[in-house]
């Protein structure tokens, strides 16, 4: 099973992921403790020169990718209700690294309460 050699996390990203993630000695740079207040842009250029995935839970990287057809090694991008239990979240997030990191590297993933949703970029 292939893991990530480091995930960047975007400053959205809620704690709780960040800290799973690390729990399952999965190495993730935290834009919130690195690099708090930057563009999109800027997050996605430090994931790609770290050569890293990106977990974020803002939709403009969507547009970045598909529309600006940005270079990226791939992102998650988490979509669930604002009043969803965050450490359930965090467990479903964590269990796709896990379990589904070979399909979703180097693509754009979605993911729900209820699915992940993986697409081919042209990056």
Same mark, same amino acid.
């Given at each position: 099973m292939?893991?990530?050699?480091?995930?960047?996390?975007?400053e959205?990203?809620?704690? &709780?992921i960040?800290?799973?993630?690390?729990?399952?000695d999965i190495?993730?740079?935290?834009?919130? &403790?690195?690099?708090?207040?930057?563009?999109?842009?800027q997050?996605l250029?430090?994931?790609?020169?770290?050569?890293?995935?990106?977990?974020?839970e803002?939709k403009?990287f969507?547009?970045?990718?598909?529309?600006?057809?940005?270079?990226?090694?791939?992102?998650?991008?988490?979509?669930?209700?604002?009043?969803y239990d965050?450490?359930?979240?965090?467990?479903?997030?964590?269990?796709?690294?896990?379990?589904?990191? &070979?399909?979703?590297?180097?693509?754009?993933?979605?993911?729900?309460?209820?699915?992940?949703?993986?697409?081919?970029?042209?990056?």
């Amino acid at each position: 099973m292939k893991l990530p050699k480091l995930i960047v996390a975007d400053e959205c990203v809620e704690y &709780e992921i960040v800290l799973q993630l690390r729990q399952n000695d999965i190495p993730v740079l935290s834009i919130m &403790e690195s690099h708090s207040g930057i563009k999109d842009v800027q997050v996605l250029s430090i994931a790609v020169n770290h050569n890293a995935f990106l977990l974020t839970e803002d939709k403009d990287f969507g547009e970045l990718v598909f529309r600006f057809h940005l270079p990226h090694k791939g992102i998650l991008l988490v979509r669930f209700p604002n009043n969803y239990d965050p450490d359930l979240k965090a467990e479903k997030v964590v269990n796709i690294i896990l379990q589904k990191f &070979e399909d979703i590297n180097n693509r754009f993933s979605v993911l729900d309460e209820h699915k992940l949703r993986i697409r081919f970029t042209d990056k």
